[in-house]
């Protein structure tokens, strides 16, 4: 079984940062992705960054030049830096990990809020 705690969510105002981290206990397979979504009210989760074991990153087009995404393969710990925030980034934010030998498996942390205030 595998765990994972977010924190760093909170209030901050336009134009302000963040930094999320996301750390993984449990079984953790050396093959993974671990990624960011976020879920704002009335519309679907979406992806926001991943990065792989070996350190390739994508992000979504709405959150380039402004996030970045990075991990400590040694704590199993996943950050999200995020800059220049607008109320659009209102979210709730999830980390998910999906880990791969012999088919595949994902698992999801609980969740934390991002507020952007006008």
């Known amino acids: 079984q595998v765990q994972l705690v977010e924190s760093g969510g909170g209030l901050v105002q336009v134009g302000g940062s963040l930094r999320l981290s996301c750390a993984a206990s449990?079984?953790?397979?050396?093959?993974?992705?671990m990624g960011w979504y976020r879920q704002a009210p009335g519309k679907q989760r979406e992806l926001v960054a991943t990065?792989?074991?070996?350190?390739?990153?994508y992000y979504a087009d709405s959150v380039k030049g402004r996030f970045a995404i990075s991990r400590d393969n040694g704590k199993n710990t996943v950050y999200l830096q995020m800059n220049s925030l607008n109320p659009e980034d209102t979210a709730v934010y999830y980390c998910k990990i999906d880990m791969y030998a012999l088919g595949s498996r994902s698992y999801w942390g609980q969740g934390t809020q991002v507020t952007v205030s006008s």
């Open positions: 990065i792989t074991s070996g350190f390739s990153t």
């Open positions: 449990g079984t953790i397979l050396s093959r993974n992705v």
